[in-house]
């Protein structure tokens, strides 16, 4: 089975860095997904790590310790339009069906 | 025009009423998803669809069913709704391979009374 925590909200000020972290624990680890969530809206994709490091991508980049169960989510320069919930989500071995965490609310203020 | 759709948006309803959610898609993918979405309890898969021929139960199906129409769409039903399943219904589509990216419908905004 699967099981996947990160926080549940984290405030930040606008330009700063923040790191948001998700831990997991899968029978078999076929990469793990990142998405944005805008309250109301759909979840849009922002990474996807199946070997360990850091991936970047412009302000926003994504770790993976597959030995530590463990990832982290990067943000940088955070502007107020980056307020939303950010989705850990692990594909369950062999299906590539992701289960999703319960999202981190990221509130960014002035 | 967006690549996953959702009909209706917002949809009340009685208890005990059937009501259909609608998806389609012109993405091209075979793999089809409904997840539902409560606050503080994240996505749950209701059922999936991997081609036009294959049904799933996902975590969470009681009290729901799906029929896959064609490859593009893939509907949602309550066979008599009920309050707890007041939520927010996302479809999803990936496309089969490695890293299977899932692509969000807009949602629909379900209040049952």
């Known amino acids: 089975g699967q099981n996947i925590d990160q926080p549940t909200e984290m405030t930040a000020t606008e330009g700063a860095i923040v790191q948001i972290n998700c831990t997991y624990q899968t029978s078999g680890f076929n990469g793990l997904f990142w998405y944005q969530q805008h309250a109301g809206e759909a979840p849009t994709f922002l990474s996807y790590n199946v070997l360990d490091g850091l991936e970047e991508k412009g302000r926003f980049s994504s770790f993976l310790s597959r030995s530590k169960g463990y990832s982290y989510l990067l943000l940088k320069e955070l502007q107020m339009k980056d307020s939303a919930s950010y989705l850990c989500a692990v594909p369950s071995g062999g299906s590539y069906i992701p289960t999703f965490g319960r999202g981190t609310s990221l509130i960014v203020h002035p | ?113």
């Open chain 2, 1 to 113: 025009d967006a690549d996953v759709t959702q009909t209706p948006r917002n949809r009340i309803t009685k208890t005990g009423k059937r009501i259909m959610l609608e998806c389609s898609q012109t993405k091209g993918h075979d793999r089809m998803y409904w997840y539902r979405q409560d606050p503080g309890l994240g996505l749950r898969l209701i059922y999936y669809s991997f081609d036009v021929k294959d049904i799933n139960k996902g975590e969470i199906s009681d009290g729901y069913s799906v029929s896959r129409q064609a490859q593009a769409k893939f509907s949602l039903s309550l066979e008599s709704a009920i309050p707890n399943q007041t939520a927010l219904y996302f479809c999803a589509t990936s496309d089969f391979g490695s890293e299977e990216t899932q692509y969000f419908g807009p949602g629909t905004r379900l209040l049952v009374l």
